[in-house]
């Protein structure tokens, strides 16, 4: 049962418009939440996180929504530019921890000239 | 700082090999953890080691062992390997010290089992 899901395999984004990535969970129980970024070849990054005191926090370009209500997080990144281009992860964790982050399938991220 | 590293980069074995992925960090962290990638599926955790001297199952532990040698450690083994252990590894670390953690990967590992 995936308790994170990332619906959207790829999402396609002209250079200066918003990207916005989509993340849903089922486990009431999270109360962390993460984004992470992939280049090809390397290991993912740390971007941005929230926790469910918060609905939005933001860190430049990169903003973090979360809705606990619809168990819903989005990122919206304005404005996208071609080294956006990257596999974009949320995750989300109980109290426990790091060691109990679950991780959601990835969304690709393309950002055209 | 070269932060989490990995290694080999790559490795293809046959079916019923051995072999043990290698990980160090060099931020002095308490946790590690064992991760792998696969389509579709994001990362899953294989297994972690919360401090030196502990080691727990993770969410895909069936096939692997893991040793954390000291601190800065922490190595992935396959007994003997199958086609579905085909994957990208990746070792990562943090502080360890409760909740609201950034976990740090390495660059990753790609095996192929044939």
């Known amino acids: 049962d995936q308790q994170v899901k990332q619906n959207s395999p790829s999402l396609s984004v002209q250079e200066g418009r918003i990207s916005i990535l989509n993340c849903d969970y089922t486990?009431?129980?999270?109360?962390?939440f993460l984004w992470y970024k992939k280049y090809p070849a390397e290991g993912p990054t740390f971007l941005i996180s929230?926790?469910?005191?918060?609905d939005k926090n933001e860190d430049g370009r990169f903003t973090v929504f979360l809705n606990k209500s619809a168990k819903h997080l989005s990122l919206h990144i304005v404005p996208s530019q071609p080294g956006d281009s990257a596999v974009y992860f949320c995750?989300?964790?109980?109290?426990?921890?790091?060691?109990?982050?679950?991780f959601g399938q990835g969304t690709r991220l393309t950002i055209n000239p | 700082n070269a932060g989490v590293t990995q290694t080999p980069k790559f490795q293809v074995l046959k079916t019923g090999q051995s072999m043990t992925l290698q990980c160090a960090q060099d931020?002095?962290?308490?946790?590690m953890y064992w991760y792998r990638q696969d389509p579709g599926m994001g990362l899953r955790l294989i297994y972690y080691?919360?401090?030196?001297?502990t080691t727990d199952k993770g969410e895909v532990p069936n096939g692997y062992n893991v040793s954390r040698l000291n601190k800065r450690e922490f190595s992935l083994r396959l007994e003997s390997a199958a086609p579905s252990q085909t994957s990208v590894y990746f070792c990562?670390?943090?502080w360890g010290q409760g909740t609201n953690e950034k976990l740090f990967f390495g660059s990753g590992t790609q095996l192929s089992v044939l």
């Open positions: 990562a670390s943090s």
């Open positions: 486990n009431s129980m999270f109360d962390y």
């Open positions: 929230i926790s469910s005191i918060k």
């Open positions: 995750a989300a964790s109980v109290f426990q921890g790091a060691q109990k982050l679950v």
């Open positions: 931020m002095n962290h308490n946790s």
């Open positions: 080691s919360a401090s030196e001297g």
